[in-house]
């Protein structure tokens, strides 16, 4: 799941997908009716990728949150009413999020969360988070195998690029 090019803005319900970036501005089409307009430094905005909900023990990424409402939901939408009290919204994010600082996180933000995942859901941009230290040694891995095959190829080409220039002097 790729947060990284959806992004909130405050005072503008729903969310944003990141189309191009201009001058001085981002330019953003709205997930909901498809609408562009440019975003600019003054509007305050924020990467889904970059937002993480509060927890006793250690913030959790937005990401693996929206992955385990998905598993509870078995795919579908959110199966409470999003605008129920604010303790009915608590007891379903604890079982989604267990430990979640229940101080700092309020049903404001609990809506907001669920939302969002009705809405990416709606765009099919829901899927299980690839763990950032695994897909750093997948890539680790791919290049050093590059590195190889590009280090078996060089004495080659340079056997070649000296016998070349053998010929050419005894030409001579």
Known sequence: MDLSKIMAISGKSGLF????????????????????F?????????VLEDIS???YSEDVPLKKVLWS?????????????????GSVLKNYFESILPDFDQER????????????????????????PVDESEAEAESDKEEATEEKTGEEKAPEESNKKKSEAKKKSTEK
Do not use: C
């Open 17 to 36: 997908k990141i189309v191009s970036q201009s001058r001085g501005s981002i330019i953003v089409e709205s997930l909901l009716d498809g609408k562009k």
């Open 38 to 46: 440019p975003v600019f430094a003054t509007h305050r905005s924020s």
């Open 53 to 55: 909900m509060f927890t």
């Open 69 to 85: 409402i998905y598993q509870k939901e078995d795919g579908k939408e959110v199966s409470i009413d999003i605008k129920s009290d």
């Open 105 to 128: 996180v309020y049903p404001s933000d609990i809506k907001k969360v669920l939302t969002w995942y009705n809405q990416l859901l709606a765009q099919d941009l829901i899927s299980e």
